[in-house]
């Protein structure tokens, strides 16, 4: 059975994987992103050419899986803030309003030469936000590492008000659209596994 590589460095990515018990190695692509083109075929794009890195180093069979997540605000999309005044910039422009949260997910199976890419959409509606609670939340979270400028899950549960698709989508990763990309290929979650390893709340 061909090891599973994960072409990221996120951590929530990470964790959700562990999470399910999946036995995974890591190894960081340094492709470029881009932030041009329709909002899917952007993020799709995007997770591909990080795909497309990591296999193209590999040195051993296996199925490489890459993933992008943006968050657009209509057709503007927001990524990662540079510094903590941008972040409060785009928490104060999400305030009140229903935006999308988009990731492009990529697989590649370097023994088979099989490769396949989807995308997943979830509607985040923010509740109003206060200057202050703002401020608050970015002093807290320092969110510059995450696309938005926020994370639903921790602190970020306070901000949203409802969502409307899959919550892992919004937190980095659509763990049933990512194992349907996998069966397409042969493949699925459940051989990479370990009971051992499962994580319950």
């Known amino acids: 059975m061909s090891r599973i590589v994960l072409a990221s460095a996120s951590p929530r990515r990470r964790a959700l994987l562990s999470d399910l018990g999946v036995v995974f190695d890591v190894m960081v692509s340094d492709a470029d992103e881009s932030f041009e083109g329709e909002p899917a075929c952007m993020v799709v794009g995007n997770a591909r050419a990080k795909c497309d890195d990591v296999a193209g180093r590999l040195g051993e069979p296996a199925v ?6 943006l968050v657009f605000l ?5 990524g990662k803030p ?3 005044a941008e972040a409060r910039r785009m928490l104060a422009d999400l305030s009140g309003v229903t935006h999308q949260v988009i ?6 199976d370097t023994e088979s030469g099989k490769t396949v890419d989807g995308s997943e959409v979830t509607d985040v509606t923010f509740r109003e936000l206060t200057e202050e609670e703002i401020a608050r939340f970015v002093e807290i979270v320092n969110p510059v590492d995450r696309a938005g400028a926020y994370t639903v899950d921790g602190p970020g549960s306070l901000l949203v008000a409802r969502y409307d698709g899959c919550y892992q989508n919004v937190l980095g990763l659509p763990i049933v659209r ?3 990309l996998l069966r397409s290929i042969g493949h699925s979650l459940f051989e990479w596994m ?8």
């Open 64 to 69: 490489v899986v890459g993933a992008d997540t």
């Open 82 to 84: 540079r510094d903590a």
């Open 194 to 201: 370990k009971p051992e390893r499962c994580r319950f709340l």
């Open 178 to 180: 990512l194992d349907c």
């Open 103 to 108: 990731t492009g997910v990529s697989v590649v």
């Open 74 to 78: 209509g057709d503007r999309p927001l």
